[in-house]
């Protein structure tokens, strides 16, 4: 079975700083990996996701996340924070075998103080 | 393109009653799979339809059923209501299940408050 560990559920940033938020994953097997955001009263929308091919996926609104096999990670980064980040973000794995099965992490709480 | 609608948008119910949520995918989409989300236990997975078979199923009693008709719109059923079972579900849809790399787009989602 997979999981999904996300460290830290609040990060705080100020403006225009790096926004760095941390997921683990364990699996048997190769994983497809998923960044979606939430915004108050919504549903969830995807940034990225790592399928195969190359490990540095770039998404929407400037962010990016690397898979890294050695690590079991897929952190998700933006050079500079913007307010309107501010939301909560999910990563979430499924497998090859599992169809459209998410196993999602706990959340992190994104807030970018001005 | 409409992206995924669910109706109601909000509902409250009282212990014991059963609801029924509907799901409408993306034009096109075949695929739709639901999701319950609280506070306490995240985002889990309930189900996944894809031409009106259920494909996948989450950790859930029997209580929480749902049924995919041939234009692809979902809908699932809580009966005997408790007052966990109070939530955000959310509906996503899909092209295909396509191996599991597919992306899933997700409606607002129904939220559900049970007295």
Redesign the interface.
């Known amino acids: 079975a997979q999981s999904v560990t996300q460290l830290g559920s609040h990060v705080s940033v100020s403006e225009g700083a790096l926004v760095l938020l941390r997921c683990n994953y364990s699996s048997s097997v190769p994983p ?1 990996l998923f960044w ?1 955001v939430q915004y108050p ?6 940034l990225l ?1 790592y ?2 091919g190359a490990t540095l996926v770039k998404g929407i609104n400037g962010f990016e996340a690397e898979f890294k096999k050695s690590e079991t990670s897929f952190h998700l980064t933006k050079p500079s924070a913007h307010m309107s980040d501010a939301a909560e973000y ?1 990563c ?1 794995v ?14 992190t709480r994104l807030m970018v103080k001005p | 393109k409409a992206g995924v609608t669910q109706t109601p948008r909000y509902l409250i119910k009282t212990r014991g009653q059963q609801v029924t949520l509907s799901c409408s995918p993306i034009s096109g989409h075949r695929s739709v799979s639901w999701y319950q989300q609280t506070p306490g236990q995240g985002l889990q997975f309930l189900f996944e339809y894809f031409s009106e078979t259920q494909r996948n199923k989450g950790n859930f009693p029997g209580r929480f059923s749902g049924r995919q008709f041939s234009n692809s719109r979902s809908e699932m059923n809580v009966s005997t209501l408790e007052l966990g079972d109070s939530a955000l579900y959310l509906c996503a849809s899909s092209l295909a299940p396509s191996g599991g790399a597919e992306t899933q787009y997700f409606g607002p989602g129904t939220r559900l408050l049970v007295l």
């Open positions: 497809y979606y009263n919504q549903g969830l929308q995807l996701k399928t195969t999910f979430a499924t497998l090859n075998n599992a169809g459209n099965m998410l196993t999602f992490g706990g959340g």
